[in-house]
T-cell receptor, first 111, second 114 residues
Framework: GQQVMQIPQYQHVQEGEDFTTYCNSS?????IQWYKQRPGGHPVFLIQ?????EVKKQKRLTFQFGEAKKNSSLHITATQTTDVGTYFC???????????FGGGTRLMVKP | NAGVMQNPRHLVRRRGQEARLRCSPM?????VYWYRQLPEEGLKFMVY????????ESGMPKERFSAEFPKEGPSILRIQQVVRGDSAAYFC????????????FGPGTRLLVL
């Protein structure tokens, strides 16, 4: 079956440092979505990428979808304590009917 | 415009009892997904339902677990004869049309089995 892997599993950064999480799928994806889950909270949708090589930005967050549509990354510039949480990617395989979530990257920001 | 509703938010059961978790999708959404999240772990897909139909239950254990989404009323995830290993957060998500759309998550039900 389809597998979606995320690395790293955990990341500690000093406030102001950059952060990147990577997502890799075992199969080509129709689209990829990113979610953020604050501690004790529920996943909240951030963005969806559909096109090969697509890059989208949301303020300090930059999302990329690989040319082969099998990998993706989320980069946060100059992290803040409000960025703390777990970031999940979720891939929809072509002709699939459900998302497969990666294991998540837990970001901790030290003030 | 209410989001996805789940109740109860917290549920405590003793081993062998039944747990019944409810999910009301967002208004206008006809697709419901259930996920399980163990502490400090990722989201594990359990089941995907549309009204009166189970579309994909490949992530749901064959025994003790069942799910439904009736024509009227919320979606129900039922766990019979709970064991300690069932302790987890159970999230429901809904989407308007299909999985390609954004999934909106409910606040989750935290199940604790004593």
């Amino acid at each position: 079956g389809q597998q979606v892997m995320q690395i790293p599993q955990y990341q500690h950064v000093q406030e102001g440092e950059d952060f990147t999480t990577y997502c890799n799928s075992s199969t080509t994806l129709s689209n990829i979505q990113w979610y953020k889950q604050r501690p004790g909270g529920h996943p909240v949708f951030l963005i969806q990428l559909v096109k090969s090589g697509e890059v989208k930005k949301q303020k300090r967050l930059t999302f990329q979808f690989g040319e082969a549509k099998k990998n993706s990354s989320l980069h946060i510039t100059a992290t803040q304590t409000t960025d703390v949480g777990t970031y999940f990617c979720a891939g929809l395989r072509i002709a699939g009917n459900m998302l497969t979530f990666g294991g998540g990257t837990r970001l901790m920001v030290k003030p | 415009n209410a989001g996805v509703m789940q109740n109860p938010r917290h549920l405590v059961r003793r081993r062998g009892q039944e747990a019944r978790l409810r999910c009301s999708p967002m208004k206008g959404h006809s697709h419901v997904y259930w996920y399980r999240q163990l502490p400090e772990e990722g989201l594990k897909f359990m089941v995907y339902l549309q009204k009166e139909n189970i579309i994909d239950e490949s992530g749901m254990p064959k025994e003790r677990f069942s799910a439904e989404f009736p024509k009227e009323g919320p979606s129900i995830l039922r766990i019979q004869q709970v064991v300690r290993g069932d302790s987890a957060a159970y999230f429901c998500a809904s989407s308007p049309i299909r999985a390609e759309e954004t999934q909106y998550f409910g606040p989750g039900t935290r199940l604790l089995v004593l």
